[in-house]
């Protein structure tokens, strides 16, 4: 839309959608309070309860204007979208449900270390997303990653369904080049196709690989469980060079060991770390699209979580498949995958002051 000026009241006209009423004057030397800070009404108090206000990641500044990207270390996207989910839909609700289940910033006890007192995060609100049209949807969660990528800041997407892993890793990868990938999940997702369909949330990682975006030998999957895939995915990619731990492997060589393993395989280029919560066992994380027994426990991911982040040189991350049916924190899930995002942070944070 356009924003016209008023040079003789020095005023520009921020024009919101129909009806004309929303449309306010905001004076220009104070154009940078579109960033619209949660906490600003409860600054005497020092925090803000999780429950009121503004319903931001974390309450950190909401923006959608990527002029104010400048500076940023992290930004949190929504990617509210299931529409290539193959079971129990629902994931949509996520972003929001993930943001909800959020509490007060503080030291993270075991890392001694406040990660919004090191990096400069913002909400930058969720992409454009379109019900019933995945290519559309798709264009846009990776047209508003790629704004955080360029901006010089590290994505991390609130999903959804997992096929938008491969929005958010092409707009880390044409930006970085071929990145390496640590991948918590039940599932490979590396099949061909799901029911026929070649882009689905049971793809993402095979369509990735075979455009070149990950570098499949510096691919590692880890919590691997279940029914599927079958022979011909683990033999595409075994042809491939891409590392597999199962369950079992985190149960008998333990989570330290397996996490070692795959900063070592993801190596020293740039890496994208993607989380879907079923590698959860159900205890944990029931609300998700495609739940199977057998799986990590919170703990172990939390850990593994803020290490892989602390360890690499992680230039973007997700969260996925979160099927919530709680009000905030009461969504076990949800919370499960709003601490996902903290331990990611609490990663960074670690990194960059150790550099």
Do not use: N
């Amino acid at each position: 839309m356009e924003d016209p000026e008023d040079a003789s009241a020095g005023h520009v006209h921020v024009l919101l959608p129909d009806p004309p009423v929303h449309a306010r004057l905001v004076p220009r030397h104070q154009r940078a309070l579109l960033v619209f800070d949660p906490v600003r009404r409860w600054r005497e108090h020092g925090e803000k309860p999780d429950y009121a206000g503004l319903l931001t990641f974390g309450s950190l500044p909401w923006t959608e204007d990527p002029a104010d990207l400048a500076g940023v270390d992290v930004a949190v996207i929504g990617a509210p979208t299931d529409d290539l989910t193959s079971d129990r839909p629902g994931a949509r609700f996520g972003p929001r449900a993930i943001r909800a289940a959020g509490c007060p910033w503080g030291p993270h006890l075991e890392a001694k270390i406040d990660a919004s007192r090191v990096l400069r995060m913002v909400d930058y609100g969720d992409a454009p997303v379109i019900p019933s049209d995945p290519v559309t949807t798709h264009a846009a969660i990776e047209r508003v990653v790629r704004e955080v990528v360029d901006a010089g800041a590290i994505p991390i997407v609130l999903g959804g369904d997992h096929s938008i892993a491969e929005p958010d890793i092409r707009a880390c990868a044409t930006k970085h080049g071929p990145v390496g990938l640590v991948h918590f999940d039940t599932h490979t997702d590396t099949g061909r196709e799901v029911y026929g369909v070649e882009v689905s949330h049971g793809t993402p990682m095979f369509r990735l690989v075979e455009a070149g975006m990950v570098d499949p030998e510096r691919y590692v999957q880890i919590g691997l469980r279940g029914y599927w895939p079958g022979e011909t995915e683990f033999a595409w990619q075994a042809e491939r060079g891409i590392t597999s731990f199962f369950m079992h492997d985190v149960r008998e060589l333990g989570i330290e060991e397996v996490v070692g393993r795959a900063i070592g395989i993801a190596g020293d280029g740039p890496v994208f770390l993607s989380v879907d919560v079923d590698v959860l066992d159900p205890a944990f994380a029931p609300g998700t699209g495609t739940p199977e027994p057998g799986g990590m426990t919170t703990g172990e991911l939390l850990w593994a979580c803020r290490t892989v982040a602390a360890e690499i040189a992680l230039v973007g991350a997700e969260v996925v498949e979160v099927c919530p049916s709680g009000i905030g924190s009461l969504d076990i899930t949800a919370l499960a995958a709003e601490r996902v995002v903290r331990e990611v942070m609490t990663g960074i944070a670690l990194r960059r002051i150790v550099s």
